[in-house]
């Protein structure tokens, strides 16, 4: 028997999970951590495909879309860059089920400086040619928050504090490291052999320092009043076994 293409096993079953809930709604909104969007740039266009739904995904930090979605925004499904901030919304009342973890998200130090090599760690961050270093803001972005605990373990962060550029989010970091506004940078890895591709060097945070971050998709009380079935196929979608090797492509572990 001729094997199945990955993405045709992915579209067939995106047309099962809505054989399975039901007829989709026209458009489903997701707000997503921006360390996810290579990722989805390849997932949304195959459920769209399969399920003739449209899915609009807004990117951004996974504690400003906690703070919007507290505050009435109206999302169908929350994809987070941690398992911590869809465990909020759960206490707030706003989801209409536990968080599920799709996969592990690892932070990575990139560099701009052809002499450094990050597979050295963290300490050349100290060599003087590193200027000005990009971190996630750690209060919203938990990349950031990862990559700020590393530091302190390794005693590095006060020493760099005056030189560290503050990003909103994890897309912004890849910004400042794509555009060379900064020499040094703390990215997702789905950002450095994505958009980061061929430009510096990165490597791995030792996990001893920074711990994969489980990451969590949840449906949102929204989705579930105003469009449950898409919603809950699009989270299951995001776990299944065709799914993971997208996952898996763009730099993630999976759960």
Known sequence: MKPIHPLSAVRLLAAILLALTGTARAQLTVAAAANVKPAMDEIVPAFQKATGSTVKVTYGSSGKFATQIRSGAPFDVFVAADISFPDSVVKWGLASSKPVVYARGIVVLWTSVPELDPAKGLSILQDPRVGKIAIADPKLAPYGRNAVLALEKAALMDGIR??????????????????????????????????????????????????????????????????????????????????????????????
Do not use: H
């Not at 994505?194 to 949840?218: I, Y």
């Open 162 to 255: 005056q030189r560290v550029v503050w990003g909103e989010n994890i897309a912004q970091v890849a910004a400042y490291a794509a555009t060379g506004a900064v020499d040094a940078a703390f990215p997702a890895k789905s950002q450095a052999i994505g958009n980061l591709a061929g430009k510096g060097r990165w490597a791995d945070v030792d996990t001893s320092l920074a711990a994969p971050l489980p990451q969590a998709v949840v449906v949102l009380k929204y989705g579930t009043e105003n469009n449950p079935k898409t919603a809950r196929a699009f989270a299951a979608f995001l776990t299944s076994p065709a799914v993971r090797q997208i996952w898996v492509r763009n730099g993630y572990l999976l759960p």
